[in-house]
């Protein structure tokens, strides 16, 4: 098992582009989410979904879109980046049955400049 | 609005020393506790939890207290080792919604 991976590990972005965080988990988890860590704020609910075809928001949505059109991948889209996303973000997955205990990816760091 | 709120942001103990976190939360739903310890360059990883009914649960070194009235939980590491050097997050969770809600973090330097 490869866990959760997370691709890129490092990107660096201009005002106003966009791009797309991907995220791939193989433990057939239901429960797919993202978050962002920045200095002194911990980690912050992006997104987050309970099975394909379904997403909600979480505590920061505003800037970012996500799909999840399969079980084992949830992408997130950066349509139009901006400094304040500079951040490291982390994918994490679970079993519906134990949603406390999520399993994160090693995370990309994102550079907005 | 921060719903869990942890503290302090940093602590620094010698060796065999027994820091303590403490967290806070304001919404009842929340109905699991998880601590979750994070290494640089690392994601966090879960550490060890516990719902509100329990007030106290051990694993190892590791002693998560529960106040359910005062809305308040706080993990101790016992006889802390210098590998126990990481950023811990307290974190909570309703089970309506699945959404896990993290703390903002405490960095844990244990010297030698």
């Known amino acids: 098992n490869a866990g959760v991976t997370q691709t890129p590990k490092f990107q660096v972005l201009k005002t106003g582009q966009s791009m797309t965080l991907q995220c791939a988990q193989d433990m057939n988890h239901e429960y797919m989410s993202w978050y962002r860590q920045d200095p002194g704020m911990g980690l912050r609910l992006i997104h987050y979904?309970?099975?394909?075809?379904?997403?909600d928001q979480g505590e920061v949505p505003n800037g970012y879109n996500v799909s999840r059109s399969t079980t084992e991948d949830f992408p997130l889209r950066l349509l139009s980046a901006a400094p304040s996303q500079t951040s490291v973000y982390f994918c994490?997955?679970?079993?519906?049955?134990?949603?406390?205990?999520?399993?994160f990816g090693p995370g990309t760091r994102l550079t907005v400049l | 609005q921060q719903q869990v709120k942890q503290s302090p942001q940093s602590l620094i103990v010698q060796k065999g020393g027994i820091p303590i976190i403490n967290c806070a939360y304001e919404n009842t739903a929340f109905d699991y506790f998880p601590w979750y310890q994070q290494f640089p360059g690392k994601g966090p990883a879960l550490l060890i939890a516990i719902r509100p009914d329990v007030s106290e649960k051990k694993e190892g070194r590791f002693t998560i207290s529960f106040n359910k009235s005062a809305k308040q939980f706080s993990l101790h590491i016992m006889d802390s080792q210098p590998g126990d050097s990481a950023t811990y997050f307290c974190a909570a969770v309703s089970s309506n919604t699945g959404k896990l809600i993290f703390g903002q973090g405490t960095t844990l330097q244990v010297k030698p």
């Open positions: 994490a997955s679970s079993a519906r049955s134990s949603y406390n205990e999520q399993f």
């Open positions: 979904s309970v099975g394909a075809g379904i997403t």
